[in-house]
């Protein structure tokens, strides 16, 4: 049997950029995106315009991921099974712990109603048309929506042939935006369901993940890359070229051979506890910088403070939520398992 996650051999530096990733993100909301919003006193020393480019970051690293995962799972329901076991608990309760937060303290835009808060428990509020609990949480739906389209792709045989199946998905997102451009009416629903406005950092995880297990013709997986590349600076003129470029470097150094740098004590344990940073630090941030500002603290000391706070919270839902859960859930499977109750 092989269940993902824990199975599927991890890659040294993979959590180290999932921390650079999450801090990024957070520094941008507690310096650009709070300022935007609600107003700093006075302006930080620090400001991270840039931050938010972390998701590109965490796009790439999940198209690397889950098509290893993929690549080493001989049964669909294991996959299964362990992403719901990584995402699903850790995520209601971080939905639970934001959507008391804002109750309480108040946060001016950012409520939302009960019946809201049951649609985000399916982790798709956005195609339920409610409001997210928290604004982060776009990503997790184009993640789920990646992983679905990857385990029909892992179900059909196709993943065998990634580099057309790439390709094909490429010309899509191409086809949109030329179509959108024409005055041509595109449904929404499709290309969100489709993921096509990311599917070019998807693809380049997934072809660096084909350059560092020699999966294919080397020549074609750097090819694609480079398309992907190409493909995603030249159909969004928002798309960074910066953060692709460096992720791929990064990643495809990373996976040949070790980065000390990426070892980085500090580092690793931010990526471990990155899911739940992520899930939590926005509007608990915003609503512990409100108060730290009502109280006359500095900016500077207050995003210090406030992003101390983050990362307390996340280590403690990582302990005792995300760890113990993964293990309960996968371990009961396994014993399912054991027990010839086999899911397929």
Same mark, same amino acid.
């Given at each position: 049997?092989?269940?993902?996650?824990?199975?599927?051999?991890?890659i040294?530096?993979?959590?180290?950029?999932?921390?650079? &990733?999450?801090?990024?993100?957070?520094?941008?909301?507690?310096?650009?995106?709070?300022?935007?919003?609600?107003?700093? +006193?006075?302006?930080?020393t620090?400001?991270?315009?840039?931050?938010?480019?972390?998701?590109? $970051?965490?796009?790439?690293?999940s198209?690397? /991921?889950?098509?290893?995962?993929l690549?080493?799972?001989?049964?669909?329901?294991?996959?299964? /099974?362990?992403r719901?076991?990584?995402?699903?608990?850790?995520f209601?309760?971080?939905?639970?712990?934001?959507f008391?937060?804002?109750?309480?303290?108040?946060?001016?835009?950012k409520?939302?109603?009960?019946?809201?808060l049951?649609?985000?428990?399916?982790? $798709?509020?956005?195609?339920?048309?409610?409001?997210?609990?928290?604004?982060?949480?776009?990503?997790?739906?184009?993640?789920?929506?990646?992983?679905?389209?990857?385990?029909?792709?892992?179900?059909?045989?196709?993943?065998?042939?990634?580099?057309?199946?790439?390709?094909?998905?490429?010309?899509?997102?191409? $086809?949109?935006?030329?179509?959108?451009?024409?005055?041509?009416?595109?449904? !929404?629903?499709?290309?969100?369901?489709?993921?096509?406005?990311?599917?070019?950092?998807?693809?380049?995880?997934?072809?660096? !993940?084909?350059?560092?297990?020699?999966?294919?013709n080397w020549?074609?997986?750097?090819?694609?890359?480079?398309?992907?590349?190409?493909?995603?600076?030249?159909?969004?003129?928002?798309?960074?070229l910066?953060?692709?470029?460096t992720? &791929?470097?990064?990643? $495809?150094?990373?996976s040949?051979?070790?980065?000390?740098?990426?070892?980085n +004590?500090?580092?690793?344990?931010?990526?471990?506890?990155?899911?739940?940073?992520?899930?939590?630090?926005?509007?608990?941030?915003?609503?512990?910088?409100?108060?730290?500002?009502?109280?006359?603290?500095?900016?500077?000391?207050?995003?210090?403070?406030?992003?101390?706070? %983050?990362?307390?919270?996340? %280590?403690?839902?990582?302990?005792?939520?995300?760890? +113990?859960?993964?293990?309960f859930?996968?371990?009961?499977?396994?014993?399912?398992?054991?027990?010839?109750?086999?899911?397929?």
């Amino acid at each position: 049997m092989a269940i993902t996650g824990n199975s599927a051999r991890r890659i040294a530096g993979l959590d180290a950029l999932r921390g650079i &990733a999450a801090m990024s993100v957070v520094l941008f909301h507690y310096t650009t995106r709070f300022g935007q919003t609600f107003g700093h +006193p006075s302006a930080p020393t620090l400001s991270f315009d840039s931050g938010f480019r972390g998701v590109d $970051l965490f796009f790439m690293i999940s198209g690397f /991921v889950i098509f290893m995962t993929l690549d080493q799972t001989s049964r669909a329901s294991d996959f299964v /099974v362990s992403r719901f076991s990584r995402l699903y608990p850790t995520f209601w309760v971080c939905v639970l712990i934001t959507f008391a937060a804002v109750a309480i303290a108040g946060l001016p835009g950012k409520e939302v109603s009960p019946l809201e808060l049951l649609a985000n428990f399916t982790m $798709l509020p956005q195609l339920l048309h409610a409001k997210p609990v928290d604004g982060t949480y776009w990503t997790l739906e184009i993640e789920l929506f990646f992983y679905t389209i990857m385990l029909g792709l892992f179900r059909l045989g196709w993943l065998r042939r990634v580099h057309a199946v790439l390709i094909a998905w490429l010309g899509l997102r191409v $086809l949109s935006v030329a179509a959108e451009a024409s005055g041509m009416h595109v449904s !929404y629903l499709l290309t969100h369901v489709l993921i096509l406005p990311h599917i070019s950092l998807f693809g380049a995880g997934m072809m660096i !993940y084909c350059l560092h297990a020699r999966r294919g013709n080397w020549w074609q997986s750097a090819g694609l890359l480079g398309l992907c590349i190409v493909v995603g600076v030249t159909t969004d003129p928002d798309a960074s070229l910066f953060v692709p470029l460096t992720g &791929a470097a990064v990643m $495809l150094a990373m996976s040949r051979r070790d980065l000390p740098w990426l070892a980085n +004590p500090l580092l690793v344990f931010l990526g471990n506890i990155s899911y739940p940073l992520y899930l939590l630090h926005e509007n608990i941030g915003f609503v512990v910088l409100r108060f730290l500002y009502r109280h006359a603290v500095p900016p500077d000391a207050a995003i210090v403070l406030t992003i101390a706070v %983050a990362i307390g919270l996340a %280590a403690i839902v990582t302990h005792t939520v995300e760890r +113990p859960a993964m293990k309960f859930i996968r371990n009961r499977w396994r014993a399912r398992r054991a027990d010839g109750h086999d899911g397929g």
